[in-house]
């Protein structure tokens, strides 16, 4: 598509999406990332800063309404589910990603998506479509701001202001000019910063929770005849021109309408930071394979990207259980010695003092190879020098959750199973009914409460 | 003060500043500030983006609560009180402006911290003392994030958050770690670029709206253990490494409890953006000593500083009355005709023909000495050319409403008297009555409605 205004038509992309519109394929893996995403959210169930941020929603928001806050099932207006939706759906670092926009949808776009398609009523189909507008936009936002704005923004918190206006304006039934006007609204409130990582602080959640709220209020606002910039992504005073050096407009229109970003989001097998699971698959190929025990460790190089080196380098010392999954140490200690690194390894043994010392054998270095592939491929390469002097060499070209090496639906449902009975933010048969009904989605002539 | 970390200095003055620690002429100023945004507040009735923001508020919360909303005497919860009354105060462009920082601080300081004085219970003298925190706080962020900030950014949107976080903060009782929690959620949460301005977008309201709601949500996080980033403003992934390249940490604490910014806040005279001011009384000045009449005027060229270029540089021709207040040819036609571009004057007559044909007479050059002067001083320097053939020169080294050449208490009110006239948000006795509780503010045991 070649233009004279890309943002203009990815708002009448978003605007004019409809179910109709969505391969089945795109369909299908929507439902998987909307079951995944909902195992997000109940994981969250407990978590401090969730907690935090719900018990504010719930200071400052109506105590009744439509929309349903998941980690505690109560009732208030869209904007304060989705706020808290979005806080609960990121912190156990087990939501979806985007390899090539470095972007998690799932919880900037299901909650706000969800949580508004409650109060209007909509059907499973319209949610199923809307959310995929959301997909789509914040996937190509993330994109075209490029690596340059990743290195110092949470591209999921300022993408994710678009993708969430998208999402809800596809519910509000928008048209292509009021939809320009809430990307206008939602990029000028586009905000989150890596700062936090390096003192452990509870940003992330925050992050998330900012872009669903204050892209959900765009498209409300939009709706109601309130503007928004003409150019938010481009213009000379746009988001790129204060927060990128690398921005490229082709990539918000790549192949709109023949390209689904949505169908290439990978699941997280691992609870870590995304840029963890290549060198976390490797080695623990390099573990199976060999017949390695923790202790034949000496040495583990990881070759990795520039993006790995800006996100984790920060992180030497992990003190928190959410900081030690933004180090590339502790994860592949918690791989080497248990196989997985799942929500119980980082929280039971992630400062255990056989995985400190192996932590500390790991490092990363930029390997040239895999950082020319990266965003568009995402691939682990370690060395491993063992103890009796042997080096060994372990390398995925798809980190498991990748579509070409995805989770099933039975995988999807376990993990969200696991992820219930990790945070106890619903009882087994509980979240098990929840997930059997949430399958059947797209049948759903109303989207009700999903717990 | 010299420090390790400016930031958490910031901070601890923010969460320690009390009524008491603050002069006497500081406080009178404050009291004057309040008296003013109260006019602007009032101003933003029947405003169509004010109202919009309005509307969403309460649609989105609680319809009953502590905090009043300005416009309409409703009341609600302190979040969303903040956010229509941050909107409703800036949309006249009459609330103050601190020079140095080119930042407007009473939308983005008030706003939040009468909203959670209402529901507190906090008396006046609280408020004041918060209030004055906020300035400090926003007044140097503003200045820290300097001149290549302004560029792309509002600043009142993303200092602003600070400033609202440090006000809620203080009345809040946040300790000083507690405050550097608040100061880390609010910074990760600044947004706002000028790209609306091209074509008179509604978001320079939900800037201030996002602002006040941002930083005052980080007050209470922060209250309830939520933590943010250590070095928001001067870490390598904080605010200046993503939003500034001409940063300078020293001035978020240069002359902290010694120098105070707060009395150095202009107050607006004309109803139009700050860079157009000094040049409309550089041209009523030569107005009034030639005794030219507007017909006499060939052309007019105003000499300011390149931040001006930048803000007004791209507004051509106005269209809506808001966008002609960011237009320099206009503000110059309406006080050539009228000798002061108020709120009337821009709403009867930014389209009339001869405004319009003498707009296009006006012309803006950079000027090396009211650059270099800038944005400590903001000088006024124009030349005009007459019909007949002479060369006049006009010049203002402190435009009406610095602090040089201040309103008085009677101009404040008059002001505010004429705002609410102008919107009709309140009706004549019951603003005067309003006002006049208003000047005792500092004697009040509890902040009641204003209105």
Known sequence: MTTKNPGADLAAFAAGLKFEDIPTDVVRKTEDLLVDWFGSAVAGHGSRPVETIAKFAQTMGPAEGPSEVIINGRRTTPYFAALAN????????????????????????????????????????????????????????????????????????????????????NLLGLDAQQMRHAFGSAGTQSAGLWEFLRTAADSKQLHTAHAAAAGLASAYLAKDGFTGADRIFDGPQGLAAGMSSDSDPAKLVDGLGTRWATAETSFKYHASCRHTHPAADALAQVMRECKLKPAD??????????????????????????????????????????????????????????????????????????????????????????????????????????????????????????????????????????????????????VAALL
């Open 86 to 169: 979005a806080a609960a759906s990121h912190v156990a670092e087990q939501d979806d990603v985007h390899n090539g926009s470095v972007f998690h949808p799932a919880t900037v776009v299901f909650s706000p998506a969800v949580a508004v398609a409650q109060a209007l009523g909509a059907s499973g189909k319209q949610l199923i479509a809307a959310s995929v507008a959301g997909y789509e936009v914040g996937i190509r936002v993330g994109e075209f701001l490029g690596r340059s704005h990743y290195k110092v923004f949470h591209t999921t918190g300022t993408a994710g202001t678009l993708a969430a206006a998208a999402a809800v304006g």
């Open 297 to 446: 460790i000496a040495r583990v190089v990881t070759h990795v990207h520039q993006g790995a080196i800006d996100v984790l380098g920060p992180v030497v010392d992990p003190k928190t259980v959410h900081q030690s999954k933004f180090n590339m140490g502790t994860v592949l200690a918690l791989v080497a010695k248990y196989a997985h690194a799942g929500l119980p390894e980082f929280d039971d043994h992630f400062r255990d003092a056989d995985v400190m010392a192996l932590r500390d054998k790991v490092e990363m270095v930029l390997d040239p190879e895999v950082d020319g592939a990266y965003p568009r491929r995402w691939i682990g390469k370690v060395t491993v020098t063992t103890t009796d002097g042997r080096t060994l060499h372990g390398r995925v070209d798809e980190p498991k959750g990748d579509p070409g090496n995805t989770l099933s639906r039975d995988e999807i449902t376990a993990k969200a199973l696991q992820l219930a009975a990790f945070s106890k933010g619903a009882d087994e048969a509980r979240m098990r009914a929840a997930v059997d009904r949430l399958w059947n989605v797209a049948q759903w002539p109303k």
